[in-house]
């Protein structure tokens, strides 16, 4: 039903006074009363004389009512944060079918993918630094489960590297080699480093593993250097005096 603004006034218009206004180009509004030119009716193909029964002001107000309070415009930002949160809800839904399509894209794009994430990283350098610190936050567990593999990995790296150092070094030791002198020279070295306080390693001067000679693992070929001696001195001979 059309909601009337103004009380009922009646269709009493005789059929004289409709020939008259339309003689005049009038027509008289059903819902205000007043009688107005024609071009103060929008058109509308349905009606005998062409013209909607509501002058122009009385449809607006008539079709605002039918279509109830208008909303307010969004802003770009909030469109945007529309998108984002239903972006949001359809993942959440779709989780699992997500997880399959992607890992499905993941093994058929790897090299692509690889190359794509290097590119946006070296973009986005903030941005990839804040992700990555926010996904350690998140998985702490697994990263500390990660971290003890890690290290009991290399600590077993160390420890082979360690003996096939002594294998070496029971090799590289002759029958003529002077046990007790050697491990004088190893007694004196950690007497230095309790006293000094400075780390001392026993050294080899021709190394037990050199590019172009291997030394031997006799008592001449030791020789007592700092750490930061002997770690600087890498495996090059500069002086083998
Ligand atoms: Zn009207």
């Not at 058109?43 to 605002?64: E, I, T, V």
């Not at 998108?83 to 949001?88: E, G, P």
């Not at 894209?105 to 986005?124: I, L, M, P």
């Amino acid at each position: 039903m059309a909601t009337r603004d103004v009380p009922y006034q009646g269709q009493g218009v005789s059929r004289v006074q409709l020939a008259a206004n339309r003689e005049a180009g009038l027509k008289r509004c059903f819902v205000c009363g007043s009688t107005k030119p024609f071009t103060d009716f929008s058109a509308d193909r349905s009606r005998s004389d062409g013209r909607q029964p509501r002058c122009k002001a009385c449809y607006a107000a008539y079709s605002a009512a039918r279509s109830g309070p208008k909303r307010p415009r969004l802003t770009d930002e909030q469109k945007a944060e529309n998108r984002r949160k239903l972006a949001r809800r359809y993942r959440e839904r779709n989780k699992e079918n997500l997880r399959v399509t992607s890992r499905a894209w993941y093994d058929a794009n790897k090299e692509g993918f690889a190359e794509y994430q290097k590119k946006w990283r070296s973009e986005n350098i903030e941005r990839h630094r804040a992700v990555q610190l926010e996904w350690r936050k998140a998985n702490a567990d697994r990263i500390a489960v990660r971290n003890k593999e890690y290290a009991s990995a290399n600590r077993a790296k160390y420890l082979a590297h360690t003996r096939s150092r002594q294998a070496r070094k029971m090799q590289a030791t002759p029958v003529w080699a002077d046990l007790k002198k050697i491990e004088a020279i190893y007694a004196e070295a950690a007497r230095l480093t309790a006293e000094t306080g400075v780390p001392h390693h026993v050294d080899h001067i021709y190394p037990l593993r050199g590019k172009t000679m291997c030394g031997l693992h006799v008592e001449n070929n030791l020789q007592i250097l700092t750490a930061v001696e002997n770690l600087s001195k890498g495996n090059r001979v500069d002086d083998p005096g």
